[in-house]
C-alpha cells in the first residue's frame, strides 16, 4: 500500500508532516510505503536538520519524496488554486491518486482546495451529488460521526439524505455497526422545528430511509448528540463546521480551565497528583485529536483531510487512520452499495 | 420590585419553580417581591406537600400568586397559543409586566411563545425589528454572550447588526465593559467566508460599527470565541441554537467523563479526594447553570427566559439575576441609546 501525504500542507507542515510520517512508518505495515508530496529540496533540508541524514529515505526505504514545485496556500481562491497551481503538492497527490499510484492521499491544507480538488480531479461516486467531509467526535463511550463538517456550505435536502447514507455505509463497513443510529442535526426534535432546509430534509429522510436501510431516528440537538446512542448526525456544512468548532473551542477551554483549575494552589497541586492518570484519561477522551482525520466520503478513492493544525502526533495518528481506512475497502463498499440503491425511486 | 414567575412553565414545575422562590425570597432585596403566576390550587397544594404549610404567603409575606387557570404546552404553536390562551400563566405574566404590576417577568416555558408573547404583548424598541434571546456562555476568566441563542430562525442581515448593537449596550451596561468587542460567528476569519448571511452581515457590520459605538473585531470561530477576548458573538437564531447545544452537550459529555474516569479504579477514587475542590471549581466554571437566564433585548420590558430544565438551583440563581438586571436599568438604557441612533443612516 503507497499513502499518499501532502507535505506542504497545514500550519505546521513541512516539520509535522515529516516527523509524523517518520513515526507512522515503524507502526504502520511492514508492506506499507509513505510517499511525502513536496519540494524534495525543502523537505530534505529539514530532515538533515531534524534527524542528521540527507535524504529521508536513509531513515526508512519505505518513505520516499516525490518533488513538486508548488504549494496551494490557505488564502488561495479553491478552484482557481485547483485549476492553475498545477504542480502544487495537492494537485500533484491527487493525481497521483487518480492514476493509481496511491491507495489513499492525506493532506492538511486548504479545505476548500482539498473538496474542489477530490471533486474535480478524482471524481464523485455515481449517484453521489456532493462529497462531504465526515468528522469523528468524541461520544459516551463511543464517536460521533459528523457530515457535513464544512464542505458544502449551502446544501439541499438530497444531499442530506445521500450524507445520511454515506454515513450507513461506511459506519457498519468500518466500525461494525450493524444498524448505525442516524440523526438530522436541529434545533429542536419535532419535525416542524427548524428552518427550511433540515424541515424538507427530515420529510425526505423520514419518506426514504427504509428503502436506502438508514435506521434514521429524527431530529437530535447537540444537547443529546454526544450520549453515545447516536451514531451520527447531518447537516449542512456551514451548520456543521459551526457545530465542529464550537466543541473544539469548548474542549480548549475545559483543558485550559482544569489545568488552571488544579493549579489554584500548593495544595491543589499537590492533590492533584494522585489523580494525574485519571485526569489525563479524561482529558485524551476529549481531545478531538485522538479522533484523527476527516474523510471525504463519495469520492472515488480514499481522501483525509488532516486537521489544519496537526503537529507530528496527529499525523502520524492520522497516516494509520489512512491505512485503516484502505484495508477496510471503505470506499469500494460505498461504490457497491450507492450502485444497487441508484434505480431507488425516492418518494 | 416586583418579580413575575410563571409557576407553570419549564420541565419540573411547578415545584422547582416553587421551591427557587422560596429560597431566592430571603437572598434578595427586603423590598423584592416575588408574584407567583399559576393556578392557586395547584400551587398551594405543592406548598403543603413540600413545606406543610396551606398557603405560600405563610413561608413569606413576600410570596405572593396570582391565580391563572390555563397553561401554555411546550407542543402549543407559539401564536396561537399566545391569542388563545389569554388566562395562561405566560399571557397573564406578560399583561402584568406591561401594565407595570411588576418589574421583570421570567418564564421558563415554551420559547417560541415566550418570544411571540414578549414582542406582541409587551411590544418591540424603537428601532429594533427583532427582538433576541441573549445567552451567556463560559469563556476563559470571563464570560462570553451569544446572540440570538435561537428566538428567529431566519435572519437578515439589518437583524445581526442590531443584535451587535444590543449587545453592546447591554455589555457595557450591565458588566461594565467599556468597550466590548464583538464578533460575527462563522466558518472562517477571512471575510468572504461563510454563508450569503454572514458575507452580507459582515460588511454592514464593517461599514455601520464606527457610527453605532460598536467594536466589531470581524469573523470569530467557534475555535477561537471562549477564549475570554471576545465579549459577545452575534448570529442568526438557528445557528446560534445549534451552538448553544453543542456546548450544552459536550458540557453534559466532560461531566459525565470526568467523573467515570475518576472512578474508573480504587486507586483513582481514593487519589481524586485531594483534587476535589479543584475538580469542584473546574465543574462550575462549565456549568451552564451557573450562568442564569437568557435576556430577550430588544422588547421594552424586561423578560427573562430561564433554561426549560431549569431546577431549583437555576430558578433560584435567574430571580436573583433578574432582581439585577431590573436594578442596572438595563432596559431602559436600551431604550434611551436606540433613540439616540435612530436618526442614523445606514451604508
Given at each position: 500500500m503507497i499513502i499518499l501525504l501532502d507535505a506542504m500542507g497545514g500550519d505546521n507542515a513541512p516539520d509535522a508532516n515529516i516527523k509524523g510520517a517518520v513515526q507512522a512508518i515503524n507502526e504502520v505495515k511492514s508492506t506499507t510505503e509513505v510517499l511525502l508530496i513536496g519540494n524534495r529540496d525543502v523537505i530534505n533540508q529539514r530532515v538533515k536538520e531534524l534527524y542528521?541524514?540527507?535524504?529521508?529515505?536513509?531513515?526508512?526505504?519505505r518513505l520516499k519524496i516525490h518533488h513538486t514545485t508548488e504549494t496551494i496556500e490557505m488564502e488561495d481562491t479553491p478552484t482557481v488554486a485547483i485549476k492553475h497551481k498545477k504542480d502544487s503538492s495537492m494537485v500533484v497527490g491527487f493525481n497521483l491518486l487518480k492514476e493509481g499510484k496511491g491507495d489513499v492521499f492525506i493532506s492538511a491544507g486548504n479545505s476548500g482546495a482539498l473538496l474542489t480538488g477530490a471533486t474535480l480531479l478524482v471524481g464523485r461516486i455515481k449517484g453521489i451529488d456532493r462529497p462531504a467531509l465526515a468528522g469523528i467526535l468524541p461520544a459516551y463511550k463511543s464517536r460521533l460521526l459528523l457530515i457535513d463538517?464544512?464542505?458544502?456550505?449551502n446544501c439541499k435536502p438530497i444531499n442530506l439524505l445521500q450524507f445520511a447514507q454515506m454515513s450507513s455505509i461506511y459506519l457498519r463497513n468500518t466500525f461494525n455497526i450493524e444498524n448505525p443510529a442516524i440523526g438530522l442535526l436541529n434545533i429542536g426534535t419535532e419535525e416542524t422545528k427548524g428552518n427550511e432546509l433540515t424541515r424538507e430534509s427530515y420529510q425526505l429522510l423520514k419518506d426514504n430511509a427504509e428503502k436506502l436501510n438508514i435506521n434514521f431516528v429524527g431530529n437530535v440537538e447537540g444537547r443529546d448528540a454526544f450520549s453515545g446512542k447516536i451514531d451520527a448526525i447531518v447537516t449542512d456544512g456551514f451548520t456543521g463546521n459551526i457545530f465542529l468548532k464550537a466543541v473544539e473551542g469548548i474542549g480548549k477551554l475545559v483543558k485550559r480551565s482544569l489545568k488552571e483549575s488544579l493549579k489554584k494552589n500548593i495544595l491543589s497541586i499537590l492533590g492533584s497528583i494522585p489523580c494525574l492518570p485519571a485526569i489525563n484519561r479524561f482529558a485524551k477522551t476529549m481531545d478531538?485529536?485522538?479522533?484523527?482525520g476527516a474523510l471525504f466520503l463519495g469520492v472515488k478513492k480514499p481522501v483525509v483531510k488532516a486537521h489544519g493544525s496537526s503537529d507530528e502526533e496527529l499525523f502520524r495518528f492520522t497516516i494509520k487512520q489512512a491505512e485503516q481506512f484502505v484495508e477496510n475497502r471503505a470506499v469500494e463498499k460505498m461504490i457497491e452499495e450507492f450502485e444497487k440503491t441508484r434505480e431507488t425511486k425516492l418518494v
Open positions: 542528521g541524514k540527507d535524504d529521508i529515505s536513509e531513515i526508512s526505504d463538517c464544512g464542505s458544502n456550505t478531538y485529536k485522538s479522533y484523527g
